[in-house]
């Protein structure tokens, strides 16, 4: 699986000026490595969640003049999409890669989750570990390390997730550059696996 190892120049990738340019090398460098990856966590997902999984990996066909500023892969239980489900993410970006679970602005799923989540904190909540990252915009870097987040901030998040329609909530692990650099194929997939394992009560609690 050596031709799934990550490198310093896939990291560069994202310091190419120009949507063009930019995008030409994603297509070149990095999605090849996504389809690898979306071949062998697609089962393991399937398994995991009970449900044939479909692979999406993201195309950013809307942008017309911005260069995307990372890139990723989803997997959901539609063919169709995943934006409007609770998915799994694994994706890169200049400084890091990201393993996510995700309820993003257009998932229906997000009240229903809070609401849950809130009923159930002192149950799922410590289930989640501590060095875990929870984000609430997809499309900003700003992360919050979950043991860093007192009661009332946590309180916050969620009655923002059940009420304001843009809000969103992804949980999981970031692997820094100079980490990912140094994992080989077989150590990116166990990750991701490993990760996905432990954000499966969230998953659960959104789709219940």
Same mark, same amino acid.
């Given at each position: 699986m050596s031709s799934l190892k990550f490198t310093e120049e896939d990291f560069t990738v994202f310091n190419i000026d120009g949507?063009?340019?930019?995008m030409d090398m994603i297509k070149r460098r990095?999605?090849?490595?996504?389809?690898?990856?979306?071949?062998?966590? /697609?089962?393991?997902?399937?398994?995991?969640?009970?449900?044939?999984?479909?692979?999406? =990996?993201?195309?950013?066909?809307?942008?017309?003049? #911005?260069?995307?500023?990372?890139?990723? =892969?989803?997997?959901?239980t539609s063919k169709r999409s995943y934006k409007s489900l609770p998915h799994f993410q694994f994706g890169i970006r200049d400084l890091h890669l990201f393993v996510w679970f995700a309820l993003i602005y257009e998932c229906e799923h997000k009240a229903q989750f809070a609401r #849950?989540?809130? /009923?159930?904190?002192?149950? =799922?909540?410590p289930l989640i570990p501590d060095t875990y990252?929870?984000?609430?915009?997809?499309?900003?870097?700003?992360?919050?390390?979950?043991k860093e987040m007192e009661p009332d901030h946590v309180a916050k998040m969620l009655d923002r997730l059940e009420k304001v329609k843009k809000a969103e909530f992804l949980c999981g692990i970031l692997i820094p550059r100079e980490e990912a650099v140094a994992l080989s194929g077989e150590d990116v997939i166990k990750r991701i696996e490993e990760?996905?394992?432990?954000?499966?009560?969230l998953y659960k609690l959104a789709t219940s």
């Open positions: 949507l063009e340019p930019r990095l999605r090849p490595k996504f389809e690898i990856v979306g071949e062998q966590i /697609a089962p393991f997902l399937t398994m995991q969640v009970q449900e044939p999984v479909t692979v999406h =990996i993201a195309k950013h066909a809307r942008r017309t003049v #911005n260069p995307p500023e990372e890139t990723w =892969i989803a997997w959901s #849950n989540l809130r /009923a159930q904190l002192d149950e =799922i909540w990252y929870i984000s609430q915009d997809h499309t900003k870097p700003d992360v919050t390390m979950k990760t996905f394992q432990q954000l499966d009560p």
